[in-house]
């Protein structure tokens, strides 16, 4: 299991990733904008050519820690622009996980695949507190 945290933007997360490259080295993996998602991912019909270009997904190194970034079309509420990502080895885990997690939670994104994981939910707890599961392999 990997723990990576992942913060949420309203628009501005590509000019937030050259400042944490400049501010921490950070490498950077991945950045994949919402023009570029999998259709079966996201429906970019009846967004606007600004939010076609939002971060839709991007992975940056800061020392030897993974971080996942991403903007929302959503306006998010006050204390949730940052999850905990959870990466399990199977998607039989990502779904436990879920399961429990869920009562009394709300969905932000239901079980689905995605571009770039096999299994992948996003919810905020009966807490408050804002998780993304995942796999990255298939299992």
Not at 78 to 98: E, L, M
């Amino acid at each position: 299991m990997i723990v990576t945290p992942n913060y949420h933007f309203n628009g501005n997360c590509e000019e937030a990733l050259k400042l944490y490259q400049k501010a921490f080295n950070g490498k950077l993996l991945m950045l994949m904008h919402y023009r570029d998602a999998n259709p079966k991912d996201m429906c970019i019909e009846g967004l606007s050519d600004r939010e076609k270009n939002y971060v839709y997904h991007a992975e940056m190194f800061i020392g030897i820690q993974r971080f996942m970034f991403s903007d929302t079309t959503d306006e998010i509420t006050k204390g949730q622009s940052i999850s905990i990502a959870i990466t399990f080895d199977c998607s039989s885990d990502v779904k436990n996980a879920y399961n429990i997690l869920i009562d009394g939670g709300r969905v932000i994104h239901p079980l689905q695949e995605t571009t770039y994981s096999s299994c992948f939910a996003s919810l905020v707890d009966k807490f408050g507190m804002r998780w993304e599961l995942m796999t990255e392999n298939k299992c």
